[in-house]
């Protein structure tokens, strides 16, 4: 079991809005600043699923932002982000608990921000869909980010990313750096008029890496939308081929779920979703047939079984959600 505290601070402005602070005011409109302060209260029973593990620690995290917009077509963004752990035990002091003062985005984004193109360059967040498959994994202390170039184009209510990227290995005591021969290409599409009240999102990953002798790709297709009634569904599946060191990928993964939003003050929603992803059922074949994740955003899909994740799993889940 795992439970978790958070306190979260927020100061200055964020990324591209207006300035509110005393500093934004005093600078030109160009230029902005902003920063952020995470803390929480985290411990576990059993953690990893074995017996008489049991810790509680506190964490850290501040963010420090600067924004410069010398054009309406171009900005630069740049964060740096200490993270640290205090009072653990059982749990080490490293990422993805601690990786003290580093640098965690800097690009270049050229073009309008909901305009036909845009191009971004440097170091940022990779975040597609639900984040099943490409996410930043806000949730944890230090995240993730990639080294990579992106495209986005748009038009009349479609859309189309292709990117090419390779994940930041955080490292505690040294700079953060990508992972040299490991690379992840893409394309992610979004088709927003294809289907009455709802979204299509088509994608492709080519994932790469030399010193593992791995080429897979996986393809794939997000599907969500509403009903009459105040129904609401939404569909992901996947399949993935390639190949592992000797063995020949043959996976695949899927995500189902049906909900409803009841009238109310908090928009009571009830839902029940379905799971799957493949395994392997003789791992000493030449056949890898478990279902690689690449690089999710967890514990909001899956809680604790993210340690397992969405691989070689069948989960049934219910339940009701509110907002205000």
Same mark, same amino acid.
């Given at each position: 079991m795992k439970i978790a505290l958070v306190a979260l601070v927020a100061a200055g402005a964020a990324f591209g809005q207006k300035p509110s602070s005393w500093l934004n005011e005093s600078l030109p409109a160009w230029l902005q600043f902003s920063g952020e302060y995470r803390a929480r209260l985290?411990?576990?029973?059993?953690?990893?699923?074995?017996?008489?593990t049991t810790d509680m620690y506190g964490l850290s995290r501040l963010?420090?932002?600067?924004?410069?917009?010398?054009?309406?077509?171009?900005?630069?963004?740049?964060? !740096?982000?200490?993270?640290?752990?205090?009072?653990?035990d059982r749990v080490v002091s490293a990422p993805p608990y601690q990786n003290t003062f580093d640098l965690r985005m800097a690009f270049i984004e050229m073009g309008a921000k909901e305009g036909p193109v845009m191009l971004r360059v440097g170091r940022q967040e990779l975040d597609f869909g639900e984040q099943r498959l490409l996410g930043s994994l806000p949730w944890t202390n230090v995240t993730r980010t990639f080294d990579a170039v992106r495209a986005t184009f748009r038009v009349r209510g479609y859309r189309l990313d292709a990117f090419t990227s390779s994940v930041v290995v955080a490292q505690e005591g040294s700079f953060d750096h990508h992972l040299q021969g490991s690379n992840l290409h893409g394309l992610y599409g979004g088709l927003e008029k294809l289907i009455p009240s709802a979204v299509v999102e088509p994608y492709a990953f080519w994932r790469v890496a030399s010193r593992q002798r791995l080429d897979t790709k996986t393809g794939g297709v997000r599907w969500v939308g509403k009903l009459p009634a105040r129904f609401d569904y939404g569909v992901e599946m996947a399949m993935q081929r390639g190949d592992i060191a000797a063995s020949v990928v043959n996976a695949w993964a899927g995500h189902w779920v049906a909900g409803h939003t009841f009238t109310g003050a908090w928009q009571p929603r009830a839902f029940v979703e379905f799971n799957y992803a493949s395994g392997d059922r003789n791992p000493r074949d030449s056949k890898t047939e478990t279902f690689d994740q690449?690089?999710? !955003?967890?514990?909001?899909?899956?809680?604790?079984?993210?340690?397992?994740?969405w691989r070689n799993i069948r989960d049934w889940r219910c339940g009701v959600e509110f907002k205000r």
């Amino acid at each position: 079991m795992k439970i978790a505290l958070v306190a979260l601070v927020a100061a200055g402005a964020a990324f591209g809005q207006k300035p509110s602070s005393w500093l934004n005011e005093s600078l030109p409109a160009w230029l902005q600043f902003s920063g952020e302060y995470r803390a929480r209260l985290e411990g576990f029973d059993n953690g990893g699923f074995k017996s008489d593990t049991t810790d509680m620690y506190g964490l850290s995290r501040l963010r420090f932002n600067v924004f410069v917009q010398p054009a309406k077509w171009l900005r630069l963004v740049g964060q !740096t982000q200490d993270a640290r752990i205090f009072g653990n035990d059982r749990v080490v002091s490293a990422p993805p608990y601690q990786n003290t003062f580093d640098l965690r985005m800097a690009f270049i984004e050229m073009g309008a921000k909901e305009g036909p193109v845009m191009l971004r360059v440097g170091r940022q967040e990779l975040d597609f869909g639900e984040q099943r498959l490409l996410g930043s994994l806000p949730w944890t202390n230090v995240t993730r980010t990639f080294d990579a170039v992106r495209a986005t184009f748009r038009v009349r209510g479609y859309r189309l990313d292709a990117f090419t990227s390779s994940v930041v290995v955080a490292q505690e005591g040294s700079f953060d750096h990508h992972l040299q021969g490991s690379n992840l290409h893409g394309l992610y599409g979004g088709l927003e008029k294809l289907i009455p009240s709802a979204v299509v999102e088509p994608y492709a990953f080519w994932r790469v890496a030399s010193r593992q002798r791995l080429d897979t790709k996986t393809g794939g297709v997000r599907w969500v939308g509403k009903l009459p009634a105040r129904f609401d569904y939404g569909v992901e599946m996947a399949m993935q081929r390639g190949d592992i060191a000797a063995s020949v990928v043959n996976a695949w993964a899927g995500h189902w779920v049906a909900g409803h939003t009841f009238t109310g003050a908090w928009q009571p929603r009830a839902f029940v979703e379905f799971n799957y992803a493949s395994g392997d059922r003789n791992p000493r074949d030449s056949k890898t047939e478990t279902f690689d994740q690449l690089y999710p !955003t967890g514990h909001d899909k899956l809680g604790l079984a993210d340690q397992v994740g969405w691989r070689n799993i069948r989960d049934w889940r219910c339940g009701v959600e509110f907002k205000r």
